[in-house]
């Protein structure tokens, strides 16, 4: 990793580190650690890393950005930073300058689409956004009658936001666009298209299910050392040590497969099959391991983590939720079979073996 | 703790892409030539000499070691390519894999100079078979209960006892084995063992063989009476085997080996169904390739921690139960699927066939190499739980 990377990196860990601590959080039912932590974040200028600072952002290279997104997926970070990024990044692929504040993307499911009326409105329903009702500003994809795809900025005030919560307990919203104007509408570069910005959002999500199966890990392991029964640590028996250490696989598959697809999307120069099988393969595997690890942690922890007293749900639950934003993992399952379909049996090992 | 579960994305530099053509057109030479069905890894024609000579004038035999001793001093990576790419194919490597994946390194590190002049350049030529002689009767997931004796002679050991579940011992021109050279400590139950080179097909050792579920011979029983062992055999530190035998495994648990054995069926799934699948088929097929994926980036990151000098044993530990566990469900997957494969698929019966064989094979994925149960206490123990 480069040294700049790490720099980055560093800051964010320790902003989550002084405010975002995830026991506070937990007990904080009125959520004044909002405020503060959002403060100093925007101070760091890490919402808008990924806008160049021409555009009023940061920055920072896409590999910056991503290991910021680990470090919140460590912290369960309950505030729309992934969705800002993914916002200022989606903005600057037309070059529209970041507003300040919370943004989130619209829309973030494959399937939803919104549309260009004659008039340069928008129409259209996205579903399961991410922070809709915390957002000021919405980035949105669109297409008009021809296909042709635009990139516009538009202020949240005007669209209708169903409130919905997702299994994490963060926001998750309808919003509705009803003949809305946007505030800056450009053209979305050649090449650009939805598949790829859900992508940019899924390999997001896959860090953050990384990062949150580090954090379920380390506190298993940590209260498998303290939790003492029939006379012994329940670290000392081989059933509990041998699901910690299917638990240390998991995560240490979802990272593999999520700093690896991040890895790709930093150093592509096309958005070709390899890049695609990537970024498509971590969010399938990591979705599974969020599964497969957040039930082991729970296993360990006993009751004590069903508790809403306990954090363990913070990373949990939110990793579980993370599965279905931007695509979940059937969805692209079944996109990644046709593909390997589409190129034939002999063209499998050759696209699994490309890097 | 965290740091040791890391798994940094290597990318493949370019020498790598080329030797892999390279080694794709040696391969579909053979193909042609009819040395190997690549379709059929059941095939009873699993050891063939001349394909090993062949791999070795390639110089893809002891990539990475010092040319002084007939190897080549190329990387880690490198070596990765030509072993997936050969597993992919499902190419005769018996004969030659143990000694270029193991039995090389343990020489190359604790064999005397004279040994390495002698045996390294020929197992790089793709002359020297070997076998691994670390189980017995009563030790095999207990490593440290073996009890084959070596026993102080003159100039030498004598060796009497018995070693099991022995591959490709019928053939191997040598194994490297543990034999108990003094009784445990009550301090340290792992101390007594020393690790030895055996000249194989000498008088007072006899292999016999022991057949497999799948229909194949591949591993023996090795009794050994009054076998004479030279004091110039002598691998390491007497009594000192269990530090070597460790970083040893991290060379047999983490290679491409660990998560392909049964990727054929793969293939030939995607085969039959064709370009145009059903829903339930594409989810499938995605899901398998989603796993595969990360399998092997896992297992190219492993093989960049063994370039950069390090011993990757947690992580090494991790892709073995990981790719085992996978590799064994895989047949089982495929075969789930299959069910909605037409009747007129081209290669419907290719695939049925592999499937009855990959289903067999699947039982000893997870027993192979360690078991399922030991990799597990291994990274217990690299977690800090004992
Ligand atoms: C195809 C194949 C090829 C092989 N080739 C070789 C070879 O070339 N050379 C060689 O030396 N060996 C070889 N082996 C042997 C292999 O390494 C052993 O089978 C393996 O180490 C397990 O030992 P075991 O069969 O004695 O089973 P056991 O050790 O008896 O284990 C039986 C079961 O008990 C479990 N168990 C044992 N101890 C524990 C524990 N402490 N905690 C939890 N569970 C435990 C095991 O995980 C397993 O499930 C080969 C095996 C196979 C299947």
Redesign the interface.
């Known amino acids: 990793m480069a040294e700049s990377e790490n720099i980055v990196a560093e800051t964010a860990e320790k902003i989550f580190a002084d405010l975002a601590d995830a026991q506070t959080i937990n007990r904080d039912n009125k959520g004044a650690w909002k405020a503060p932590l959002w403060q100093a974040l925007t101070e760091a200028g890490l919402p808008l890393s990924w806008v160049p600072e021409d555009c009023g952002g940061s920055g920072a290279s896409l590999a910056e950005g991503f290991s910021v997104l680990s470090a919140a997926g460590r912290f369960a970070l309950a505030v729309p930073l992934a969705e800002t990024m993914l916002a200022g990044w989606l903005l600057a692929q037309a070059r529209i300058t970041s507003p300040d504040g919370e943004m989130t993307v619209v829309p973030a499911s494959p399937k939803d689409r919104i549309t260009v009326n004659a008039d340069g409105s928008l129409s259209g329903k996205a579903r399961s956004v991410p922070f809709a009702k915390a957002a000021k500003h919405f980035a949105i994809l669109a297409s008009d009658a021809k296909g042709s795809l635009s990139i516009a900025l538009v202020d949240a005030a005007r669209c209708r936001i169903e409130t919905g919560l997702g299994l994490g307990g963060d926001n998750s919203d309808t919003v509705t666009l009803d003949k809305v104007q946007p505030l800056t509408t450009k053209p979305a570069p050649k090449g650009f298209d939805q598949t790829r910005l859900m992508l940019m959002g899924g390999v997001a999500r896959s860090l953050q299910i990384a990062g949150a199966l580090?954090s379920m890990?380390?506190i298993s392991?940590r209260y498998?050392?303290e939790r003492v029964a029939f006379e012994k640590k329940i670290?000392?028996f081989?059933a509990?040590?041998?699901n910690?250490?299917?638990l240390?696989?998991e995560?240490?598959?979802a990272?593999?497969?999520a700093?690896?697809a991040?890895?790709?999307i930093a150093?592509a120069t096309s958005f070709n099959d390899e890049v695609f099988?990537?970024a498509?393969?971590?969010k399938?595997?990591c979705a599974?391991a969020a599964e497969k690890g957040g039930g082991i942690a729970h296993q360990v922890h006993g009751a004590i983590g069903f508790t809403i007293e306990h954090i363990l749900h913070r990373y949990s639950l939110r990793a579980l939720a993370w599965r279905d934003d931007f695509g979940s993992?059937?969805y692209?399952?079944?996109?990644?079979?046709?593909l390997?379909?589409?190129r034939?049996?002999?063209e499998?090992?050759p696209l699994?073996?490309s890097? | 703790?965290?740091a040791a579960?890391?798994?940094?994305?290597i990318?493949?530099p370019s020498e790598c892409e080329q030797l892999?053509k390279e080694v794709r057109a040696f391969l579909a030479e053979e193909i042609a030539a009819g040395t190997f069905d690549p379709h059929k890894p059941n095939r009873e024609d699993t050891d063939v000499p001349e394909f090993s000579r062949k791999v070795g004038a390639r110089g893809w035999l002891g990539m990475t070691w010092p040319k002084k001793y007939g190897g080549h001093e190329r990387s880690f990576l490198e070596r990765y390519v030509v072993t997936?790419?050969m597993r992919?194919a499902n190419a005769p490597t018996r004969r030659f894999f143990v000694a270029d994946r193991q039995s090389g390194p343990v020489l190359l590190k604790y064999a005397p100079e004279n040994i390495k002049m002698d045996i390294l350049p020929r197992i790089c030529r793709g002359e020297v078979c070997f076998a691994i002689g670390m189980s017995e009767p009563n030790s095999g997931s207990d490593l440290f209960a073996a009890k084959t004796r070596a026993t102080k002679t003159d100039g030498g050991y004598l060796i009497n006892g018995t070693k099991i579940w022995t591959s490709s011992a019928h053939i191997a021109d040598y194994m490297i084995a543990i034999f108990r050279t003094s009784p445990p400590t009550k301090e340290n139950r792992r101390h007594g063992l020393t690790q030895f080179l055996v000249k194989m097909k000498q008088p007072g050792i006899q292999v016999n063989p022991i057949g497999q579920i799948t229909g194949q011979y591949e591993f023996n029983e090795v009794v050994f009476t009054d076998f004479f062992v030279p004091d110039d055999h002598v691998l390491g530190e007497i009594d000192g085997a269990w530090k070597q035998a460790t970083s040893e495994l991290a060379y047999e648990r983490s290679g491409p080996e660990r998560f392909l054995e049964t990727y054929y069926v793969?293939?030939?799934l995607?085969?039959a169904?064709?370009?145009?699948?059903d829903?339930r088929?594409?989810?499938?097929?995605?899901?398998l390739?989603?796993?595969?994926?990360?399998?092997?980036?896992?297992s190219?990151?492993v093989a960049g921690m063994l370039q950069a000098g390090k011993e990757p044993v947690v992580?090494a530990s991790?892709v073995k139960?990981?790719g085992t566990v996978w590799e064994q469900q895989l047949p089982h997957r495929v075969r789930d699927l299959a069910a909605f494969v037409e009747e007129t698929a081209t290669n419907r019966e290719t695939l049925e066939k592999q499937l009855d064989f990959a289903i067999k094979t699947a039982p000893k994925l997870t027993i192979q190499g360690g078991t399922t149960?030991v990799?597990?206490?291994i990274?217990?123990r690299?977690?800090?739980?004992?």
């Open positions: 580090e890990l380390e392991v498998s050392n670290s000392k081989q509990v040590q041998h910690l250490a299917r240390a696989g995560s240490a598959a990272l593999a497969a700093t690896s991040a890895d790709a150093n099988l990537e498509v393969a971590a399938i595997r599974e993992e059937s692209w399952a079944v996109e990644l079979g046709k390997v379909a589409r034939g049996a002999d499998l090992w699994v073996a890097r | 703790m965290t579960l890391r798994f940094d994305p990318r493949l892999r997936e790419e992919v793969l293939t030939e995607v085969r169904v064709g370009t145009n699948p829903t088929s594409a989810e499938g097929i995605g899901r390739v989603a796993q595969v994926h990360t399998m092997r980036r896992m190219v990151s992580e991790i139960d990981i149960e990799l597990r206490g990274i217990a690299g977690l800090g739980l004992r």
